[in-house]
Each structure stands twice: as C-alpha cells, then as structure tokens.
C-alpha cells in the first residue's frame, strides 16, 4: 500500500506571535507562517491532488447502519455513498439519486421517482429494487444479523415497493412529513444490495462496502487509515453542488493522528491539508496565520440543557425561567468560543427550516432572575446561596463529554449563577459512564445537556413528552396540555404551512416555560484547513464534501 | 564416574525446573485472561450500548436490548466467561465487539507495528545505557559525574514530551519524516528514541552499579597493578561481569516497553497494539481486550523463561532447586 506523499516542505517565514503555553512555543517554534497572502476564493478548479484529512479516530465499526451515524466514520461515507437527496446548510431538499417525489395530501405516502444511470462501483444499477433493499435496512435493520436500523429513521415505516426499475413507493401509518429529509441526512447511504445482504463480519470490511459515491476505497486499514480514490465514471452529483462529473481529486486519506497538536501542526508544516477538531482555543492563532478554519454549523439541536421539570429546585417554573434568563450567553460566546459561534436563537438551530428568532426571551437579565428567585420564595443566605425551607439552592450539572469545551461551558455558567444565589456543582464522566448515569427524566440528573443533529423539525415533536414513545425531554410527561397538543399539532402536519405556525409557538412555548434553556449554536465539528484547499463544501450535517474540492498550487 | 552422575542429575534438576517453570507460565496467561474478563465486567456497560446510547444515534432502550441480546452480552457472567475461555483455550480469539473484524485479524495488523518499535527502542537503550556506562568509567571525574546524572533525569522527562518535541524538530520543521507515514523508517527511529530513552535510565543504572562493584574486585585491582589501562579494563574484564545482569533487567524493561508503546504510538500516529488496546479499552471491547492481555502475559512470561532458563547456563552459581525466580541479585 503506498501512502501518498505531500510534496510541500515547510514555508519559510517566521511566527512572530507569542503564545503561552507548552503548545504554543512548540507551535511558534515550528516557524512557518502562511503569512494570509494566498488568495481565498482563487482561481479555475484544478485536476488532481492528494488530500491528506488527519482525524482523531476512525470510530468503531464499518457496518455501513452501525456505523454511519458516528461524527468520524460519517466523513468517509459521504465519498463513498450517495443518498436520494441533498440538504444543504440551510435545510434545503434537493435532487439527487431520486430526481422528483410526489406524496399523498395526508403525507403517509411517497413516491420516488429515481435517476437514470447510476450504478455502484460495482457496476450493478442503483434501481428501485436496491433503494427498497436499503430502505428497509435503514427502518428495520436484521437484528438476526447484528444489524442495526437507523435511529434516526421514521418509525412509521410501513414499507416500500419497487413500482418501475426507477419507481419506489414507500407507505406510512402516519403522516411523516420528515421521511423526505431524512434522506439526506448521513445515516441514509445507498449501499448495494448485495452487501447488505452479507454478514455482519463481512459488512465490517469496509472494501466489501459497495456504494455509489464519487470515491471507492483503494486501501484501509482498521482504526489507522483510509484511502479512498476517484471513481472516473461517476456522474450523478446532486445538482445544488454546481459540479459534475468525477471529483478534482485523485485521492483522499484519512489518517489517525489522536493528538490534536500534531494534527494542527502537520498542516501548519504542509503534510497534511486538513486537520479536524483542532480545540476552539487555538481557531484564532492558525487563523492569523492565513489557515482556513471552518466551524459549519448542523441542523439539529443547539447546545443547551433540557431540564427535569420533576426535580427540585426546577420543579418552580419560576426557579426554571430565572435560569433562562440569569445566564449571560454573551459571555460564553466571548470567553469560550470564538466568532465562528453563534448566539442560540431558539432550542433548535437557526438554520433549520421552521426555526425562529426568539432571542427576546433569551436576552440576559439578572435583575429579573433574582426577582423570580424571590418571588418563589429563595432567601439569599449569609454565604450568598440562597435557601427556602432549609433547602440550599443547589444542583449539579453534568457535562457533555461528546462535547469538548462543555466543561469549560458549564464552569462559566456555575459561576453566573453563583452570583445569583445558586449552587452549582459539576460532575464530569468519561462518554461510558456518562451513557450509564446520565438521561434525561432521571430523578437524580436535573439538567441533561443536549448536542443532537436532526434533518428535519418534525423530530422535534418525539422528544418533548413521551406520548407515542416520545423521549420525554423534560420528565413533563403529557401532564402540560399545551406542551403535548402544540407537540402533536407538530407531528401530524401534512405540510409546512400547516405545520410552521404551529412550531414557532411550540418554540416560544417551550423557551417561556423554561424547559429547555439554550447555550449556543452548536458547531461540532470543527476542520482547520491548508488556505491551498478550494471549493470545499458543507451539507446539512457539516460533514466537509472535497467532491467539489480542488487543490491550488 | 562420579562427575557423570553428577552431569545427569544435573540434567534431570534442571529438567525439573523447566517442567515447573512451563507450567506455571501456562497458568499466568490463564489466570491473566481470566482476571482482564472480571475487571471489564465489573465496570459499566458493554460496547455494544455504549455505541448505542450515544445521543446522536436516537435508539430506544428496546432496540438496544435487541442488539446486546444479539451479542450474548444478557447473559449471565459466568456463561459469557465459560464460551470465552473455551474459545480460547482451542486458540480461537472470537470477533470484536466494536468493529466486528476477528480479533486475530487485529492483532495481525497491528503487532509488526509494536514488535519494530518495541525491538528498535530496546536498541535504542542498550546503546544509550552502554554509552553511558562506557562514560561514566572512561572520562574524567569532572565530565563521568554529571553523566552519572542522566538516567535519573531520563526517568523523569515525560515520554510525551520527549515525543512532542522530535516530531516538532525532525518532522515538521527539518522535515526528516512525516506524520502521515509513521511507519517509515525515520519515524520508527524517532519513535524508538522516545520510548528508549526512559528504557536506558534503568538498564544504565544498573549497568553502572555492576562496574563500579566490579572496579572493587581483587581482580580489577591486580590487572590495575600490571598497568592496564581503563578502556582496557573496561572492555576486557569489567564488561561481561557487569553485562549479566542486564539480562534480567531487560527481561523487566518489556512490560515498559509494551506498556510505554501506548503514548509513543498515539503521539507518532502509529498503528500498534498500545492504540488498539486504547480503542478497545475506550469502547469496552473485551474479546480484544482480553487477547491483548493474554499476548502481553505470553510474552512476559516466555521473555522470564528465556531469561531463567538461560541464566543457569551462563552462571553455574546459580542454584535450581532455589524457588521462586533463581535470577542473580541485581545490585542496583
């Protein structure tokens, strides 16, 4: 197996920018600038290239369904996969593998009508009996097999029939507006039939993967690298990418480098064009220096805290409501983040279609938060913590291990409210221990802090109380009226000018009742970027697309 | 007469004690894997949920349980413990919880990997230690006494750090090696000077503290008198004496060096056992992780063996029917 070798030596020039830290010296000491003189938006597309993507893992496993849904694994398959549609950053459907769909007024059936000439790598056809194959792996898995459904994948699945080689039919038990968006996002990959139907062990080897997509895998080996290289034939891009043909590039490597200082540094010193989640910290120094950082945001939810409405002291909608507004988001943005993140505007992100602008209710304003605290009866105490019936004012918050700077987060939030009278207590664990400890309805876990991505609204719908299933968010169970008919009037629109209105007031009705109290904008994955690299492009989960990428020289 | 029945009684003790050690290798390994599947159980989770239950993949607790009951991982401890150890016994590793590839297959990939490091860091130290020894005997009080100083300071700089420093200086700004191809043959090199320079602290010590007793002998003390000099000495008569327990000293340094493989591997992006240990450790990936600790116990205990079983034949004064380990007492 040959590693593609980057040509490029260090630039010359020196880092004149002092930096604190061991990190930094070792930075500044590396002397290479890219000095910000290349030219941002440059120039013709350009044949060829090898990009080198250093990752801080490769995640667990390759089952194309047990494995999709992983923030790492997700890059390789967006070159390896199609999908039926393309999402955007802004949440807009467009054609891709299926050219048009038609549904039924009551949204419970969808027809799909497919591109003619698409093939997988292996020259079978992706025709409507491989997109039935697929759809019914994504709803139901094979758990026979070891085999995963797709969680994200509507539940109202019925099933789907192959009409014409390019007609499917697909059939719901209720209406699901979501199903067209849903195949966009990054869990949905067009995988040939014949490799669904292998075993789990053989799936596992990521070369026996047959997809559809611009790359095919040219070598790989567990947990350390994966190369994958054009397909010249290919044909079908989504229209939205303004691009056809076989990709610019001749390969893309993804290698494992863990430590995020090597990483940046690799790219800094030109072996390598992209490094993914550098920390936020260091977004501002690489970005002096000409790099390109890139923190695209996902459609899904913001980072924030679903609250336990059965637990004390968040069982007072006062006590809930003086948290809304007794954190300084402001603050955070400027202390943790960087410009790259944006104000949370609502519960969902602003870019999701249907999202609104309900900063009003969001807007710092401690005064207000101390009044609330009063008036439910909270008594500041000689050590500033406030207490009612001998009771101190006290919860613990639990930080998002999925999520790097939560804990920096939380601890600026600790100190916020501290000054309003409360005692905030932080508990970290590792990702296990978090999975085994943390949930949301807990009684023992009073905030539980969010970070999900979602292609569509209407899964809003399943988390807020737990009528069909629903995931309960805020242990309200359907005891608040509103709350479950602003939910259902969600979930059953037919269309989204029925259902628009409907979620704007389930937004503002939320955020005034303080279920859910939001931080920021999520932008979790981050890639810092060698200024050579052109026509880099996001979709709707911020996955980076080098379909449409080039390198400059 | 009498020294041929002494040969074959000899022979017969230390046939005997092979027997023994054999024997108890064979339970260490066993016991090894044995104990790895009480720890992993006893932590939370498995790597089946543990995979699920991250948020952003929106399975209920019923789709989870169907997926964890597919792996056998409802069972009962002492079921789970009984099919794994059966397995293994026939030699059969079983299938990794995390990627679903055959745990051979894993190990396959990645121990070339270690075994090149692991073997160039162990040359790395020999040839530091012996460098260092060699000066501390040979040059001037004035430069042989902060020399003395050195394996302690190489204990104490973080393996970490030493790594960071060289992938800072020869790969990205002299550009000897890149980070992306870890496995050339400057990277191991690199590599194996960051993982050997804490390994030579401790081999140079002991070194050390052999030739300076050794330097105290009647022996060095007559061959001084008849005017030889100190390379000479060194080499001709301090050297081998000194050497031999050296042997067991290394026999020790393999654990460090498996052990130590961990962060070398991760900071110079190698693909070796210490990174899968970490991903299968990180997940819960207890056929892995249980392989692993089996191979680390394998090789542990055979370089032991090796180590006792030729130690008899290089030093007659060692006695066999001593027990447990007959090693020659490092004087360090």
Same mark, same amino acid.
């Given at each position: 197996m040959t590693i593609p070798r980057s040509p490029r030596r260090p630039r010359a020039g020196r880092a004149t920018t002092a930096a604190a830290g061991l990190l930094a010296t070792l930075m500044v000491a590396a002397g290479c600038s890219a000095g910000g003189a290349q030219s941002q938006a440059g120039g013709e597309p350009q044949e060829g290239g090898d990009l080198v993507f250093l990752i801080d893992s490769l995640g667990p496993t390759w089952i194309p369904n047990n494995s999709s849904i992983s923030s790492f694994q997700g890059h390789i398959w967006g070159h390896l996969t199609d999908k039926l549609v393309y999402v955007d950053e802004n949440g807009a459907v467009s054609p891709w593998v299926a050219e048009s769909w038609d549904q039924n007024e009551d949204a419970t059936q969808f027809t799909l009508h497919l591109k003619d000439g698409v093939t997988f790598s292996d020259g079978t056809p992706v025709d409507a009996e491989a997109v039935v194959a697929n759809l019914d792996i994504w709803a139901r898995g094979d758990v026979e097999r070891g085999i995963n459904p797709i969680g994200l994948f509507p539940k109202t699945y019925v099933g789907s029939e192959a009409l014409d080689d390019l007609t499917v039919q697909v059939d719901f038990d209720a209406p699901t507006l979501g199903f067209i968006p849903t195949l966009g996002y990054h869990g949905s990959i067009l995988i040939a039939p014949e490799t669904l139907a292998s075993s789990a062990e053989e799936q596992a080897d990521l070369a026996n993967d047959i997809g559809s997509g611009p790359f095919v895998v040219e070598s790989w080996t567990e947990g350390d690298e994966v190369v994958l290289k054009k397909r010249e034939d290919y044909d079908w891009a989504p229209a939205a990418l303004d691009h056809d043909g076989p990709a610019y590039l001749d390969t893309l490597t993804y290698k494992v480098v863990a430590e995020p200082s090597v990483r940046t540094s690799a790219v800094q010193s030109g072996q390598a064009q992209v490094a993914y989640n550098p920390s936020p910290q260091e977004l501002e120094f690489y970005g002096e220096q000409g790099f390109t950082v890139a923190a695209p945001r996902y459609l899904g939810f913001v980072n924030g805290y679903a609250i336990n409405t059965q637990v004390a002291p968040f069982d007072d909608v006062r006590v809930r409501q003086a948290l809304q507004v007794g954190i300084d988001r402001d603050e955070i943005l400027s202390t !943790?983040?960087?410009?790259?993140w944006l104000p949370a505007e609502s519960f969902i992100q602003s870019n999701v279609p249907g999202a609104t602008d309900h900063s009003d209710a969001l807007v710092h304003d401690a005064d207000a938060a101390a009044a609330l605290l009063d008036e439910a009866g909270w008594v500041e105490g000689s050590d500033g913590v406030r207490t009612k019936d001998g009771q101190r004012l006290a919860f613990t918050l639990h930080p998002n291990p999925y999520l790097a700077t939560s804990q920096a987060v939380d601890e600026l939030v600790a100190q916020q409210l501290a000054e309003l009278g409360f005692d905030v207590d932080i508990q970290a664990y590792d990702v296990i221990t978090y999975g085994e400890r943390v949930s949301f309805a807990n009684p023992s876990i009073p905030t539980y802090e969010v970070t999900r991505s979602f292609i569509d609204a209407g899964t809003v719908a399943g988390v807020l109380t737990d009528a069909d299933n629903g995931e309960n968010w805020f242990n309200v169970g359907q005891s608040d009226p509103t709350l479950t008919g602003l939910a259902q009037d969600v979930a059953t629109a037919t269309t989204t000018e029925e259902r628009d209105p409907a979620l704007d007031e389930l937004q503002g009705y939320v955020l005034d009742q303080a279920y859910f109290v939001p931080l920021t904008q999520i932008a979790q994955r981050l890639y810092l970027q060698s200024?050579? !690299?052109?026509?880099v492009t996001y979709n709707g989960v911020a996955y980076a697309n080098y379909y449409t990428a080039w390198l400059a020289e | 007469m009498s020294s041929t029945t002494n040969r074959s009684a000899a022979r017969r003790a230390y046939g005997r004690y092979a027997v023994r050690r054999l024997a108890q290798a064979v339970a260490v390994v066993l016991l090894a894997y044995v104990f790895t599947f009480l720890v992993i159980s006893v932590l939370p989770g498995d790597p089946v949920s543990n995979i699920l239950r991250d948020p952003q993949n929106n399975f209920s607790e019923q789709e989870i349980a169907r997926i964890v009951a597919y792996y056998g991982l409802d069972q009962p401890l002492w079921v789970q413990l009984s099919e794994a150890l059966s397995r293994f016994v026939v030699g059969d590793l079983g299938v990794s919880l995390r990627s679903n590839l055959p745990v051979s297959g894993l190990l396959a990939d990645v121990l070339p990997s270690t075994l090149r490091l692991a073997g160039a860091a162990l040359a790395v130290a020999l040839v530091l230690a012996f460098a260092i020894a060699f000066g501390v005997r040979n040059l001037p009080a004035a430069l042989a006494r902060p020399l003395r100083a050195f394996p302690s300071l190489f204990l104490s700089v973080p393996n970490f750090l030493i790594g960071l420093l060289l992938i800072q200086w020869f790969s990205f700004q002299l550009g000897l090696f890149l980070v992306i191809d870890a496995e050339s043959l400057w990277a191991t090199f690199f590599a194996a000077v960051a993982l050997g320079i804490p390994v030579s602290a401790q081999i140079a010590e002991v070194l050390i503290a052999n030739l300076d007793h050794e330097a105290r002998q009647e022996y060095a003390a007559v061959a001084r008198s008849r005017g030889l000099g100190r390379a000479r000495l060194f080499t001709a008569h301090l050297l081998k004496p000194s050497s031999l327990p050296v042997v067991t000293v290394v026999a020790l340094t393999v654990g460090e060096l498996l052990g130590g493989s961990l962060i070398t591997e991760t900071i110079f992006g190698r693909n070796g056992v210490g990174n899968l240990v970490q991903r299968s450790v990180a997940t819960q990936d207890l056929p892995v992780l249980q392989a692993v600790v089996a191979l680390a116990a394998v090789v542990f205990v055979v370089v032991n063996l090796v180590a006792d079983l030729v130690y008899p034949l290089l030093d007659p004064r060692v006695r066999l029917d001593a027990s447990p380990a007959p090693k020659k007492e490092v004087s360090a």
């Open positions: !943790v983040y960087t410009d790259d200024p050579d !690299v052109q026509g | -």
